[in-house]
Antibody, heavy 115, light 106 residues
């Protein structure tokens, strides 16, 4: 079964850091670009970051550029999102999604930033 | 690229034809996805490349359009279609979503 499983979300203080993980299974992870998408409570979807299949190309939304770093380990079939300088505006459910068509999503991991 | 989705909410009867539109701020060719998100669940891909039905998605869902104007249609609304629907462009980074359409049953 094709599956993505996020982890690492928690309550963190403003200004803190956090690393999210997304474990992939059921498909050849190294063949596909991946993305992180977030959803603030009661709000819509916001694309956060993307990475090419090999990890050589990375992309960020302006709202997180310079603070977040996306990476992947194709041997461990895992996608990561390192988040620094977190603020209240980063409070959201974070999803990882497969490929440019976002055909598979994880269940999400919740990040809550407290002031 | 801004994706302007309308309406923001919609109420219809079971069996009705429902249409949602998305307008891109510039030409995005055919690179639009449509997602369904039910409460407490992750989004699910319904339509990719503007008009291609994702495997396993019922045929009452369809999409059309190219360039800047895109349409998503449910041909006969079913009770299980209650959800929020989003368009998304993936022609240019950063990928952007529409604001969402919350669909309810009358």
């Amino acid at each position: 079964e094709v599956q993505l499983l996020e982890s690492g979300g928690t309550l963190v203080q403003s200004g803190g850091s956090l690393r999210l993980s997304c474990a992939a299974s059921g498909f050849t992870f190294s063949n596909y670009a991946m993305s992180w998408v977030r959803q603030a409570p009661g709000k819509g979807l916001e694309w956060v970051s993307g990475i090419g299949a090999s990890g050589g190309s990375t992309y960020y939304a302006d709202s997180v550029k310079g603070r977040f770093t996306i990476s992947r380990d194709n041997f461990k079939n895992t996608l990561y999102l390192l988040m620094n300088s977190l603020g209240a505006e980063d409070t959201a459910l974070y999803y990882c999604a497969k490929d440019q068509v976002f055909d598979i999503w994880g269940q999400g991991t919740m990040v809550t930033v407290s002031s | 690229i801004q994706m302007t989705q309308s309406p923001s909410s919609l109420s219809a009867f079971v069996g009705d034809r429902v249409t949602i539109t998305c307008q891109a701020s510039r030409d995005i060719r055919k690179y639009v996805n449509w997602f369904q998100q039910k409460p407490g669940r992750a989004p699910e891909l319904l339509i990719y490349d503007a008009s291609n039905l994702q495997t396993g998605v019922p045929s009452r869902f369809s999409g059309s359009g190219s360039g800047t104007d895109f349409t998503f249609t449910i041909s006969s609304l079913q009770p299980e279609d209650i959800a929020t629907y989003y368009c998304q462009q993936f022609d240019n980074l950063p990928y952007t979503f529409g604001q969402g359409t919350k669909l309810e049953i009358k």
